[in-house]
Each structure stands twice: as C-alpha cells, then as structure tokens.
C-alpha cells in the first residue's frame, strides 16, 4: 500500500477534533448519592448488588458508547465533590467549598479561593454555549432560558420512592410514576425549546431520587428489588440481616428511578433528532448513603463513581476503559470535546483520549491511581464543628488511607451512646443528628449501633464506626471488601513507604492546607463556636 494511501485511511479511521462548526451538545446527567450502580457493571466472576438491579437506559449509554470501569469521586461528600468538579481543582484548595456546609460568610477578611476559580461550564457559556442546569447540580451561571422555553410548561419536582411510595392503589401508583418522569421530560423538553438556533447547550439534570430519606421497603414495593435477592451480596464489613438487606433494596431501588429518569430524557432527544449530535455523560458524586463506608468516607464503597458516557460521531460503541479517572477530569474533559481552552494550574486532567480510543481496556498505563480525601460534612459531628481528615491513594491493587487525627471520631462524635436515654432505633434510622452525624440516618445506622454489643456485631461495630489508626492500607486482591488493615506489617513496610510517599509528595505539591492543620481554624471552622 503506498504511503499516500495509508495516511488518507488512517484519517478515515481516527476519531478527529470537532470543528467550531459541529460542536455537540452536552447532555450530563449527574445524579446526588449515586455510586457505582447499574446493571451493566455486574461481572459474571465477581458477585454483587449490581447482579439484582436492572438499569436499561443507563446501560444503553455504556453500550452504546464507553464505559469507564475505574472512575472515582475526589472527596465522598456533595458540596466539596462538585466544588471540585466545577473547577477541577482538588476539594481541599476549594476554599468555603472544601466542606459541605463550608459559609462563604465565615471568610471576611480572608480570601476565599472559591469564589475566584474559573468554572468550566461559565468557560462554555462564554465560548456560545447555551448552558443550563436544574435540580442539584453545581456552580455556575446559566443562560437565560429564552423565549423558547418559557413555552413548555413547568413541572414540579418529586422524588420517586416518597411520592410514588405512597401510592394507595396501583392505579394511583401508576399516575404518580408518570408525574416523576414528567420533570426530566420537560426540564429537557425546555433545554431543546430555550437553545438558540446555531448554538450548542450543556445542560446538568442533578436528580436526588438516590439522597436519602426513603420510603421504607419502596424498593420491593415500586421495584421489585426482593431484600432476600441481596444475601451474600452485602459487602462483608455489615451485617447481612434483614433490615441492612431492606436498606440496600430502596437504595438499588432509587438508582432504577434515576434510570427511568434518564430514558425519558434520551426519548426527548432521540425524537428531536438531537440525540446523536449530542454527549450524553453520566456519573454521581459519591457512593451509597447511611451506610459505614459509604458517603463521607474513602473506601471504595464511598470513592467508586459510575461514568460512561455516549457520542456515536466520536466514541466508538460497546468500549470500555480500565484507565483510573477522578470526577474532578470531567470539565477539562468536555471543554477539550467543545473545543474550549483548558485553564492553566487545573488538577484534573482530560480523558478525551481515554474516550476516544479505538480499544478498550488501559488506553494510558500512567494513569493507574488517584487521590481522594474528606474533611466534614455535618457541620457538627464533632465537639467544636472539627473535621476528620483523611486523605488516600487509590491504585488498581492497594487503597492506603492517610487519618490525620485518629484521636477523633470518623463518623462523628458517638453522643448519648452510653448511659440513659440512648437513642432508639426509630430515631437513629430517621435523625441524623442524633449521634454519629457525619453518617446519616438509615435502617442499617440503626441495626449496627443498637446491636453493637452483640458478640457478631462488636467486630464490625469497631471496624466501621469506631476510632481508626493514623495509617490503613489494604491489599485488594486479597481482601476487596477492605476488612484487614495490614499497614503493620511487616511485609508490607515497603509498600506503604511507596504509597505514602506519593501521596503525600501530591499533598505537598498542591498545597494542601492539611498539612499545616489551617482546616481546624478559622475561617474554615469557627472561633469559640
């Protein structure tokens, strides 16, 4: 084949860059206290809660375009994960936004870096996209809605297991089910109404369905999520008993909610012949809620993150990609997909090649780790609003978790759990503030801390809740459900010099105000509060 040849087929074979011309709409689909949950991650050789749920519009979009089977949150907490997200910053150098309830108002009289960072989706706006958000989302500002969609009428939000959960009959069940699908339906219809013509959009729908509190037993009721499904399948550092097993069935059952969510919003712009002119990207901010090691932590029940994502003229289909990615590339990421300047200094890093690419598996061996922390989310969990840092590192075979002050308590201070008037279960599975804050209130809250002195539950009771030492490491093909600390020993002395060493040289590197402690003093935490 002569040279000339070979060059023009290689041309025809590439994935190329977007001209101004043809630069797609974003569609991303970004869902609160969604984990990595779907049906499309099930593996036939790795038992798990994603075998039981059926998520058929979430998987088209993986199917139909590419799956990313190590994606990570950068802090397991709302506010500061998509503090991050919008900036592509890490959380920590996010000023009042490296909390959860972090107040702007807190920092008069010192600079306050989040309100100065560049956001990714204003750089879009500015750049002619008609951008627009609904729900929770992040920040930015959006465009104006335009005469368009003021024509689609609005619809008021609900969430899916405490409306429809309420049903009385299946008829009534029925009519509330279509009224929750009528949100995303017109907050899209609106979008596709409001755009002007020539213009792009990025549109964010941040649904809630998955935050909690739920409709006990919505998940068997309006899903069909049988609890007894769940045996063996709960990660091996809970209890498997019936109520943990409720618990994880109106989770599971809400993620199918959001799926249902998702289809009607692909319908919209399948029938308006948007669809394919379109990046369809879908992730969560963080894993499963009230449940240890879930939300606010850094093991993998709380950092791994669902991500695909769906563009026929330049994702080629039925991919996916092991490479290590954060929540915190998906703005560099779709700025370079719209042809947007990356800002100079960011943190993460785009994986337009990782989407891309003609094969699955590792696209970029060096992208085989990532960073994660928390500091606190309720702002009260412990005695002077003090945070509980930790920061880790993620690699396809250890987690090593770095606790700065072991001496505190991970998931908040444990008040009232000794003495009289201990708190009982209804209020430890409805009131998050009521002990241990920093987990919320669930079924499973309640079971392990009113059985924690039961001889089978101590165990796990210390593992999750209790005091943590100042270092973990865990070998994960060994021990995936992270249950033996092995950071003592001696074998693994090696390893975690390595790991330390990384993760603390990133610390260093961006500036961490951690490592001087400025995290327990104002103007993040209150004087004599």
Request: proline share 8%; with cysteine.
């Amino acid at each position: 084949m002569n040279f000339r040849l070979t060059i023009f087929l290689a041309f025809l074979t590439t994935p190329c860059a977007f001209t101004a011309a043809e630069r797609p709409n974003i569609l991303f689909f970004f869902a609160d206290d969604w984990g990595r949950y779907a049906s499309v991650y099930a593996d036939t050789d790795n038992p798990s809660l994603n075998d039981v749920i059926s998520t058929p519009n979430i998987d088209r979009v993986a199917r139909e375009g590419v799956l990313f089977r190590n994606a990570f949150v950068p802090v397991a907490s709302c506010g500061p994960c998509r503090a991050s997200l919008a900036t592509g910053r890490y959380f920590w150098n996010c000023g009042s936004s490296a909390f959860l309830n972090g107040k702007a108002s807190n920092w008069k009289g010192h600079n306050n870096p989040f309100t100065t960072l560049p956001r990714f989706v204003d750089l879009l706006r500015e750049d002619g996209y008609y951008v627009r958000k609904s729900r929770k989302t992040f920040a930015f500002d959006p465009s104006p809605p335009g005469p368009g969609a003021r024509t689609v009428p609005l619809v008021e939000y609900q969430r899916y297991g405490l409306y429809a959960g309420t049903a009385d009959n299946e008829s009534e069940k029925f009519r509330r089910h279509g009224e929750v699908l009528a949100h995303p339906r017109t907050e899209m219809k609106r979008v596709l109404a409001g755009c002007p013509k020539g213009s792009p959009f990025f549109f964010v729908y941040g649904s809630i369905n998955a935050h909690r509190p739920y409709m006990p037993d919505s998940g068997s009721r309006l899903w069909n999520i049988d609890p007894d499904r769940l045996k063996g399948l709960i990660p091996g550092f809970l209890p498997d008993v019936e109520d943990v097993r409720r618990d994880f069935s109106d989770y599971l059952g809400e993620v199918q909610a959001l799926d249902a969510m998702l289809g009607v919003m692909l319908d919209e712009l399948e029938s308006s012949g948007q669809l394919d002119n379109t990046v369809v990207v879908l992730s969560g901010d963080h894993g499963i809620p009230g449940i240890p090691r879930g939300k606010t932590n850094c093991y993998d029940l709380a950092i791994r993150a669902p991500l695909m994502a769906r563009y026929p003229k330049q994702i080629m289909k039925g991919r996916y990609v092991d490479d290590f990615v954060s929540v915190m590339d998906i703005g560099p990421t779709l700025l370079e997909l719209a042809g947007v300047d990356v800002p100079a200094g960011i943190d993460g890093r785009s994986f337009e090649a990782q989407l891309t690419a003609t094969r699955s598996g590792w696209i970029d061996p060096k992208r085989d780790h990532v960073i994660v922390g928390r500091e606190l989310h309720f702002h009260s969990a412990r005695d002077g609003d003090l945070p509980y840092p930790m920061r880790a590192l993620r690699t396809p075979n250890y987690l090593y978790i770095r606790n700065f002050k072991p001496q505190r308590w991970p998931m908040g201070d444990p008040r009232h759990l000794s003495g009289d008037n201990q708190p009982t279960y209804e209020q430890l599975h409805k009131s998050t503030a009521v002990t241990m804050s920093d987990l919320d209130a669930s079924l499973t809250k309640a079971w392990l801390i009113t059985h924690r002195d039961e001889s089978g539950v101590r165990p796990l009771f210390d593992l999750t809740l209790n005091l943590r030492p100042g270092e973990e490491l865990y070998d994960l093909r060994r021990d995936p459900d992270q249950l033996k600390n092995v950071a003592n020993e001696k074998s693994c002395t090696a390893t975690k010099a390595e790991l330390s060493k990384r993760l603390m040289s990133v610390l260093n590197e961006t500036s961490d105000p951690r490592l001087t402690d400025a995290f327990d003093r104002p103007p993040y935490v209150m004087e004599n509060r």
